[in-house]
């Protein structure tokens, strides 16, 4: 039913995200996607996976998280780094269209990866960057649609869906896939 819902809506980028709980309580504090204002820009986030003794202290002066959840603290976590290497974002700019943008986020992706089971969908209102588990888990995979594109932990019907490769960035930019970061 979703994908016939889904058809009818006109948006860039949706974030769309069933979630069970697994660390932090159910409120609305701990309910993806997340959302934060960087520089004049809204960034939103939802994470699968469960993170495990990362260091909380480690975030930076800008971004904390407003709930009890591992997925918010990664968001957080990454917003931060992404700050830190581009301290020159101007009022209404997104990091994320800086050519080197996508190899350092990549990285910072993998840095949080390492505390536990980490896909995730990061996006500024045009841009959808996905990035997959390094072990795997759950698996992600996309599929093209008349709107752009759809990613699911679980393809929701047999039409047409591709893995993506676990432990990598994928970029979709106006609902087109992009090409891998290498």
Known sequence: KFLACMESLVSPVWLVHVRETSVGGNSPDNTHPFSR???GRDYGYAHNGTLKDYPKETLGPRFYPTGATDSEWGFCRLLETMASKFPGTRVGESF???????KLFEAACREIDFWGRFNLLFSDGRSLWVYGDEEGY???S???TEAGALIATVPLDREGWTSLEPGRLTRFLDGKKQENVR
């Open 37 to 39: 204002e960087w520089m």
């Open 142 to 144: 996309w599929r093209a």
């Open 138 to 140: 759950k698996g992600l």
């Open 96 to 102: 994320m269209e800086a050519p080197e943008a996508p």
